[in-house]
C-alpha cells in the first residue's frame, strides 16, 4: 500500500472512530461477536437458544426488527439483537442503575430483576506505568468475569428457563465486553489514584466530549442493523483454533489485560487524563486490527460454551 493510500484509510477511520458516542464495543461490534458464534452454533443448540429467546421481554421488538429479512437468517439476527439487551435495558424507563453497593446488585433471578447492573459490564484490574500505589483502586466482588462464571454454571444447571434466557443474553454480551481491553483494566496514575475507570476519563479531546473507552468500543465501526453487522461478521478472520479452546474465563480478562497495556495505554496516549490525539496516527490501524481480532475471538468462545454447557 502506498503512503498516500494508508494516510487516507488513517484518515477515513479517524473520522469515523472520534466523530460520534458510544457504549460497550458499540452495537456493531457486540452484534458481530453473536454472529460469529451463531455460526458455529450446532443446529440443537441453535434451536434451543431460540426458544429461550423467546421468553425475553424485547422477543416481541426483535421479531419486528427481522421480520422483513429472509426466514433462514431470522432467528441468527434475533440472536445478534439479543446480544445488546444488557445495554438496552439502561434506556429502559422500568429498569434502575442501581448502586455496585446494592445489597441486590448480585443477584441472578431471570426477567423479574428490574436492575440494570451496570457494573457487570467490566473488570476494572488496576495497573500503573508512574509508580502510583495501587491501593485507592479496589477492584469490586462483582464484575464481569465473576458474572460470567455464574451466568454458565446456571446454563448448565437444572435451573428453569426464564434464568437460563436472562443469563444467555448476559453472557452473548459480556463475553464480548471482556475481550475489549478497556473492559478489563483501569491506569491508575498520580492525578487519576482510583484509576481513569477503564478510560473513560481519559480525554481525547479538549472538552472531553470523546474519551479513550469509547474510541476502542467504536474501533471497528458503526451500525444498528443486524443484517450489516452480519456481513461484518463475514470479513473477520477465523479466529486462533487453540485460543478459542480456552475457556478459563479469567485467561480471557488476562488476555484483555496485557493488551491494555501493550496496545491501549501507549503512544499517542498521554499520561493522565490527557487529551491525547489518536487522529492520523498508526494507533487507529492497530485499535481496528486488534478489535476484529478480538470480536472473532469472543464469538468462537461463546459458541463453544453454549455447544458444551447449555442444558
Known amino acids: 500500500m502506498s503512503s498516500m493510500i494508508r494516510l ?6 479517524a473520522l469515523v472512530l472520534v466523530s460520534r458516542p458510544l457504549v460497550a464495543w458499540n452495537d456493531k461490534g457486540h452484534m458481530a461477536v453473536a454472529a460469529v458464534a451463531f455460526d458455529l452454533l450446532s443446529q440443537p443448540a441453535q434451536a434451543r437458544v431460540a426458544e429461550l429467546l423467546k ?18 437468517t431470522r432467528a441468527k439476527l434475533r440472536f445478534m439483537y439479543a ?8 434506556g429502559f424507563s422500568n429498569y434502575v442503575n442501581e448502586p455496585e453497593t446494592d445489597k441486590r446488585a448480585g ?35 462483582i464484575h464481569a468475569e465473576e458474572r ?15 434464568v437460563k434466557s436472562y443469563d444467555l443474553v448476559w453472557l452473548e454480551h459480556l463475553i464480548g465486553d471482556v475481550h475489549q481491553p478497556l473492559h478489563s483494566a483501569t491506569r491508575v496514575s498520580k492525578n487519576m489514584r482510583r484509576g481513569d475507570v477503564g478510560g473513560n476519563q481519559h480525554c481525547l479531546s479538549q472538552d472531553c466530549q470523546r474519551n479513550l473507552h469509547s474510541f476502542w468500543d467504536g474501533a471497528v465501526g458503526f451500525t444498528t442493523d443486524a443484517a450489516a453487522a452480519n456481513q461484518f461478521a463475514h470479513t ?3 479466529p486462533d483454533p487453540v485460543k478459542s479452546k480456552n475457556l478459563a474465563t479469567s ?15 501507549v503512544a499517542p496516549i498521554k499520561p493522565g487524563k490527557g487529551p491525547s490525539t489518536v487522529a492520523g496516527t498508526d494507533y487507529l490501524m492497530n485499535a481496528r486490527h486488534l478489535s476484529r481480532e478480538q470480536i472473532s475471538l469472543a464469538g468462537a468462545r461463546l459458541a463453544a460454551i453454549i455447544n458444551n454447557e447449555l442444558k
Open 8 to 13: 487516507a484509510a488513517v484518515a477515513a477511520v
Open 55 to 72: 421468553l425475553n421481554p424485547s422477543s416481541n421488538r426483535w421479531n419486528k426488527l427481522v421480520a422483513s429479512e429472509p426466514a433462514d
Open 83 to 90: 446480544a445488546l439487551w444488557p445495554d438496552d435495558i439502561k
Open 107 to 141: 443477584r441472578n433471578i431471570g426477567y423479574s430483576d428490574r436492575l440494570q447492573h451496570r457494573h457487570w459490564h467490566y473488570i476494572d484490574q488496576p495497573f500503573t506505568q508512574d509508580g502510583t500505589s495501587l491501593s485507592q483502586a479496589q477492584l469490586g466482588a
Open 148 to 162: 460470567i462464571d455464574v451466568f454458565r454454571k446456571v446454563l448448565a444447571s437444572t435451573a428453569g428457563d426464564n
Open 236 to 238: 473477520l478472520n477465523l
Open 251 to 265: 485467561d480471557w480478562t488476562a488476555e484483555s489485560f496485557a493488551f491494555a497495556k501493550s496496545n491501549v495505554y
